[in-house]
């Protein structure tokens, strides 16, 4: 019993763990796959021993919250759904009933509510009993109906997500890989809770109703398909349906398998319900689930195979993550032969070896997986030397996760992120030339170094044999890489990749020696501290890299490319001139704080990363937090304003007392 009640323990926490990383802070510590293993086995575990602890993730529904965001109690507790992979199952909770059988979208849940015709409040499902207003993000959805034609006190219930092909989209316009999203659930979560409905409006998230909670005097005939029928009728898009059967429901499960993978909301499964609505309220719920619904989780499709190689691939960043390569299985109708381990940890928890049999799936249908090693051998090893350049690896060890890293700074592997920083928004601005993109060149031998780029004519018919480039899309990359031959001092100077040199750094060293790139190139250390804000080690820096014979190549050779524009004068009142700022937290009526940045910055102003004595202002909107800024703020006397009086500062040209 003692065992049981042990195990029981770290079952729960890792859950609990899974539960808080997912729903809290938008990111997943383990796969769908293991969640569930690990939460049928804990529910065995309860069944055994007649024993449910008060932290079981079998009867907590979620977890608190936290955002700056209005929280409100749901006037009935949201519940999660009890679930099943068995459609045997499916159809015994179904029994000589009718249903209706829906895609489990995975996005966030949204309470709407609807006065008079008008959308009037709109709450996350939050832990379930507590959520988040998000009133005004909800207005920007894609397809949400603002107004409809009920007038009527309406309340319902829908799923609020992002495409895949949004989430693509998105995630391409991101130049650094450590900073793209994870999946779209994660994107949804944090587009849905801005504070800035303005960034939810750019996000594409769209509104999908699966029920109504209330409608005044709405004869729905005792029918679920009915409410999402007249849903549809007042303008709001529904979750996909069908009515079924037990004569019906098999092939229907099956319907929707086909259709996963073309399926372009995301999903983690089905939705089944009653279709008859007193019936199904009068079935009441248990302590975590309603008895009206159930959800069906896909069975994975496992199929054993035979590791053949762990091949090791390296980033912009160092890190060299392994793949499993093995023997070609078919699973959900595709052929697959590798899939990502992701770290080390993860292999030495597989204890992966060459030759063993390995059970593979693909998580939602889609990501191949490995979800078990049979013979667990062990004799995978981790290399000494950096695939790319041959260079020296290094283990690290953080949070309990292990990660090999090359060191070698030279690695070619490496200089991809300075050719990512060199066409990036901020710098040289060239669009259609993604990190893999650069990648392919840089393996092909067709690009060496930064000024090849701007002779991208020249590889015309070997980039339109890379996958996702054709004669339209190399075209359109050409005409990017020549507007970009025309750029600015300051552009320039950033996009090289100093250290330390920030945009906000190269416009004020431009600013300085005006536009002149001789005069930028050749300054000298006095020169460069003598402007607030460059500091010693900026400075040096910044000279050495001018010094290096590589360096001064490089950019001569650049230099031969481009045709550098003066900037015009700032128009803007100097009223930051001298004056430090450093900004933290989240914030509100800016679309983020590289814009607060940029309205600083014009107006003569300096923004620096971290507080010190020479720090004017703190920009945080929460002035109780307990941020190291702030309390460093605090210990050095620095006044600490909110982004409202920073905008009134802008607008009347003085700080308000």
């Not at 998000?134 to 920007?140: D, S, W, Y």
């Amino acid at each position: 019993m003692d065992d049981k009640l042990l195990l029981m323990k770290e079952k729960i926490k890792l859950l609990n763990d899974a539960n808080k990383a997912y729903y809290q802070e938008n990111r997943e510590i383990m796969s769908n796959f293991e969640y569930d293993k690990l939460y049928d086995e804990l529910v065995e575990l309860e069944k055994e021993t007649g024993t449910t602890l008060s932290n079981s993730p079998t009867i907590n529904v979620g977890y608190e919250l936290l955002s700056n965001l209005p929280k409100e109690r749901h006037e009935k507790p949201m519940l999660s759904l009890d679930k099943t992979k068995e459609v045997a199952a499916l159809k015994d909770w179904l029994g000589n009933n009718e249903g209706i059988l829906s895609w489990k979208l995975d996005g966030l849940t949204i309470v709407m509510s609807y006065l008079d015709g008008k959308l009037v409040k709109a709450v996350t499902r939050g832990n379930g009993e507590v959520g988040e207003v998000i009133t005004n993000n909800a207005k920007v959805f894609t397809n949400i109906p603002v107004n409809i034609g009920y007038k009527g006190s309406l309340i319902l219930r829908g799923e609020a997500v992002i495409s895949y092909s949004d989430f693509e989209k998105i995630n391409n316009e991101i130049k650094d890989v450590d900073a793209k999203y994870k999946n779209p659930r994660n994107l949804c979560s944090g587009s849905v809770r801005q504070l800035n409905n303005k960034i939810t409006a750019e996000r594409n998230v769209r509104f999908y109703a699966f029920s109504v909670v209330k409608a005044e005097d709405i004869d729905f005939k005792n029918s679920r398909k009915e409410q999402l029928d007249w849903l549809k009728s007042q303008g709001f898009s529904t979750v996909e349906f069908k009515k079924v059967s037990l004569s019906n429901i098999e092939e229907t499960v099956n319907w929707f398998a086909e259709h996963v993978t073309e399926n372009d909301l995301p999903s983690d499964g089905l939705v089944l319900t009653y279709d008859n609505i007193s019936y199904g309220e009068s079935l009441g719920a248990t302590a975590k689930f309603p008895r009206d619904s159930i959800a069906f989780k896909w069975r994975d499709e496992i199929k054993e195979t035979k590791l053949l190689e762990i091949e090791w691939s390296a980033s912009r960043t160092g890190l060299i993550n392994p793949i499993a390569i093995f023997e070609p299985v078919e699973l959900e109708g595709t052929t697959v032969s590798r899939a990502s381990v992701h770290n080390l940890s993860i292999m030495d928890n597989l204890e992966l070896g060459i030759g063993d049999t390995i059970s593979v799936y693909k998580a939602n249908m889609i990501i191949p997986q490995i979800s078990d090693n049979l013979t667990r051998s062990g004799n995978a090893e981790i290399p000494n030397r950096c695939p790319v350049c041959g260079g020296e690896t290094l283990i690290k060890n953080e949070n309990d996760v292990k990660t090999l890293y090359c060191i070698n700074d030279e690695c070619l592997a490496k200089q991809i992120k300075s050719f990512t920083h060199f066409v990036s928004r901020d710098a040289l601005n060239i669009e259609g030339l993604s990190e893999a993109t650069i990648e392919k060149l840089i393996a092909k031998g067709l690009v060496k170094e930064l000024a090849d780029i701007f002779h991208i004519e020249n590889f015309k018919d070997e980039v339109i044999e890379m996958e996702g480039f054709g004669e339209k899309s190399f075209s359109n990359l050409l005409n990017s890489v020549n507007k970009a031959r025309k750029t600015t001092a300051a552009r320039l100077l950033y996009s090289l990749g100093i250290p330390n040199i920030g945009l906000s750094n190269a416009r004020l060293i431009c600013r300085k020696f005006n536009d002149d790139w001789n005069r930028i190139e050749g300054a000298g250390f006095e020169d460069l501290t003598e402007i607030s804000g460059i500091g010693d080690i900026m400075a040096k820096n910044y000279v050495d890299f001018f010094k290096d014979e590589k360096k001064q190549k490089i950019v001569y050779d650049l230099l031969k490319e481009v045709e550098l524009e003066r900037t015009q004068e700032n128009k803007s009142d100097q009223i930051f001139e001298n004056i430090n700022f450093v900004i933290t937290g989240s914030v509100e009526q800016f679309k983020n704080r590289d814009e607060i940045k940029e309205a600083i910055e014009d107006r003569g102003g300096k923004v620096t990363g971290s507080v010190t004595s020479k720090t004017n202002y703190l920009i945080n909107n929460d002035n109780m937090s307990n941020s190291s800024k702030n309390k460093k703020a605090k210990e050095l006397g620095i006044r600490i304003i909110t982004e409202d009086e920073f905008i009134q500062w802008l607008n009347n040209g003085t700080l308000p007392e």
